[in-house]
């Protein structure tokens, strides 16, 4: 397990990172918390002990013996700042070695993951906006703040993400640098729109058709592709679980329910995002039904012992109508999913190569869901195609390994 020093700053979301600390060690990493003299004033010295099970270190001047900015920072395979203020933000850029933490910052190699916390005027300033480029130009993965709920009655960007997701980033970004993969940000300056999760059609008021898409392997994608550095916004339909837990920290989201809504979601992120990449993980519905009746149909309804008639027709087909929307400009990069369950003697290739051509986008991720297999599942076996038929078979990975393996596959300079 790994040595990760928790920083923490003067900001009233200090108190969550309690239980992102309870994350960590439960994990079980080795967590020397670094709180600034203002966090001490959220959350005091002995909550940040007993949690992590040893001494806080707290100032450059106790033990200098033990030269403790030093020694933290050379041990730390990765430093985490939660929450960050923008007053660390000014001084972390600038490399200002004011006090412990921004000395363990200045000394570790390890890599570094950033969530600042604050109200929205002070994130959108361009002087913290002009710092957190720095930081990224530099390597550490800053997380974009979440929206929603502020310190007082306002809401709006800039509260801390959610403690579990802060740690799954940090598990990211562990994992990455003990498998020697693009330890430094490869996606630094891309600008990323992913669609996860499955569509759900309505027939009445309380019924839908939809799918089982848990929305696992987009999620992985979107964490992958800020730990190296992207930015990204995520288009989510119905995926399986608590979504606050589930959405990775740092990302933009924007919530849809049908096919219709997806469409037109993707579209506007398209044309005002311009994004660098589009993935369309997202299980979107092939029919829906025709119409949707207000209300619930009730047996009573219907004639005796009859049932109802559900009348489907074809929804648009996103990836197809965003290709056709690209025309002959090499932006955005598209990349499809394919769901197949290939017939006996069929390859999974053979029908995601005809897919791909199909479909016209320049990636084509093909599963084999046959018997109902990867959706929800831990694990994944992808096939990644290219535009030129060239395949990168993984069998039995993690659907973060795959996510990977995607990210390695697509080019930018086609
Ligand atoms: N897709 C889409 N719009 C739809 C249906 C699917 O954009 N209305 C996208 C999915 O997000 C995925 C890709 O198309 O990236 C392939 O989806 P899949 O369901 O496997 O293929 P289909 O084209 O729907 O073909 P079929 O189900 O007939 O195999």
Redesign the pocket.
């Known amino acids: 397990m790994a040595d990760i020093v928790l920083g923490v700053t003067g900001g009233i979301a200090a108190y969550k990172a309690v239980s992102l600390l309870r994350e960590l060690t439960e994990s079980g990493h080795d967590v020397t918390v670094v709180p600034t003299a203002s966090a001490l004033r959220f959350v005091g010295e002995p909550t940040w002990a007993a949690l992590s099970g040893k001494p806080v270190a707290r100032e450059l001047w106790e033990s200098p013996h033990e030269v403790p900015h030093v020694e933290l920072g050379q041990r730390a395979d990765l430093v985490i700042v939660a929450p960050a203020t923008a007053d660390f933000l000014a001084r972390a850029s600038h490399g200002i070695a004011s006090d412990l933490l921004t000395n363990v910052l200045l000394t570790t190699r390890g890599r570094v993951v950033i969530a600042p916390a604050m109200h929205t005027e002070m994130w959108l300033h361009p002087a913290t906006q002009a710092n957190v480029r720095l930081l990224r130009e530099r390597g550490a993965v800053v997380l974009d703040p979440a929206d929603g709920r502020l310190t007082g009655s306002d809401s709006g960007a800039g509260r801390l993400p959610e403690p579990r997701a802060i740690a799954e980033a940090a598990q990211t970004t562990l994992a990455m640098a003990s498998s020697g993969r693009a330890t430094r940000s490869d996606l630094h300056g891309r600008h990323v729109v992913i669609?996860i999760g499955g569509t759900q059609e309505p027939w009445d008021d309380v019924r839908f058709l939809g799918n089982k898409s848990s929305g696992r392997q987009g999620f992985a994608l979107a964490r992958t592709a800020i730990a190296r550095g992207a930015t990204v916004t995520a288009v989510v339909g119905h995926v399986d679980g608590d979504l606050d837990v589930g959405v990775p920290a740092g990302c933009a989201v924007r919530r849809v329910g049908t096919?219709e809504e997806?469409?037109s979601v993707m579209h506007e992120l398209v044309a005002q995002e311009n994004p660098d990449v589009v993935v369309?993980?997202?299980?979107?519905?092939?029919f829906r039904p025709v119409t949707s009746h207000p209300g619930k149909i009730t047996k009573e309804s219907l004639a005796d012992g009859a049932a109802p008639e559900l009348i489907l027709e074809r929804?648009?087909?996103?990836?197809?109508?965003?290709v056709a929307k690209r025309g002959s400009s090499s932006t955005p990069v598209i990349?499809?999913?394919?769901?197949?369950t290939p017939a006996e003697g069929e390859s999974l290739t053979t029908r995601a190569l005809a897919?791909l051509a199909?479909?016209g986008?320049d990636y084509?991720v093909a599963n084999d869901v046959s018997d109902g297999a990867v959706f929800g599942d831990e694990e994944t076996t992808v096939a990644i195609i290219d535009a030129n038929g060239d395949c990168d078979l993984r069998e039995s990975v993690s659907k973060e390994i795959a996510a990977h393996a995607i990210w390695d596959a697509v080019r930018f300079d086609r």
Do not use: I, P
Not at 280 to 286: K, S, Y
């Open positions: 669609s096919a997806l469409r369309m993980a997202a299980a979107v519905a092939d929804t648009t087909d996103v990836l197809a109508e965003l990349v499809g999913f394919a769901a197949e897919k199909r479909k986008c084509l």
